[in-house]
């Protein structure tokens, strides 16, 4: 068979661009740190990658729910601790009003700090997050869901809260089979059941305001506050708890969902890994095999029917 020069060109060409796209995927492999560059490298092994590298996506942001829903019922509990405070303060108040030797002037000093009371307690139900979203509004975020209402009654100023969120939970999804409860309805807290935390305070303090008082009518409204208070204490309180369990869950979950981080982390290093020392050994061999392949082309692109007679 008669080998021409063309196809000695033509053969020797193709075995060095063999050989030089061999040595540029190898350092692609290490620059990646990886064996899996493309599907083609390992078809089976690229269809699990791909799937612990969804489940390990999803996980991440399962993460970042967590993360912004504890942080949200942290603002929360933080917020009911204060109403829970001011709400013992108040029924305190209460015990020292119904003393038979206060005077007028002594319950008018109590009604001023109850009417601080409601103020304080109106600015709580209004309360924010970090990122300035209404903890009490149900899916009514971006408005404060409680307004001051006043009127006058017979010559008497009454003062009260109205209540403009909705009755909506916000739900996040914190696991792939979890989801937990981020917002408390502020209705349900001060404002259910006839009860109204702000009515309350407001009438007590109209009745440590009134001059003129006989003690049955002053033991009959302080009963009635004393009530109110309680009443709405022991809902906060609840509240309270439910949010402390939600905080207890989303800590047993950054922890699962720490463990599952690692497990996905190490599934793909197994499955994607590149060993080092062998694709270092391989790049070094393909090197020398083309340096060879160079030099032998040159050689014999360069004989000539003279180099061949001598």
Known sequence: MRISTSMIYSQGSSQISNLQNAMVTSQQHI?????????????AAAAQVL?????????TQ??????????????TSTALSSVTTLLQSAQSLVISAGDPTLTAANRSVLAAQVQNDFSSLLSLANSTDATGNYLFGGYNISTPPFVQTSSVVGGVTQNG?????DQGQIQSQVGADQQVTVSTSGSALFQSGGLDIFNTLNNLANLLSTPSLSNG???AGLSTASDGITQTLNKVLTASTTVGATLNQLSSLDTTGANLDIQYAQNLSNLQGLNYAEAISQLDQQTTTLQAAQKSFVNITNLSLFNYIN
């Not at 620059?31 to 078809?43: F, H, M, R, V, Y």
């Not at 799937?51 to 996980?59: E, I, K, R, T």
């Not at 399962?62 to 603002?75: D, Y």
């Not at 809260?161 to 969120?165: K, L, M």
């Open 31 to 43: 620059s990646a740190d990886s064996s899996i560059l493309t599907p083609a490298d390992n078809p």
């Open 51 to 59: 799937n612990v590298a969804q489940m390990q996506s999803m996980n």
């Open 62 to 75: 399962f993460t970042a729910n967590r993360q912004a829903a504890e942080s949200t019922l942290n603002m």
């Open 161 to 165: 809260a109205q209540y403009v969120g």
């Open 217 to 219: 009518a002053l033991t």
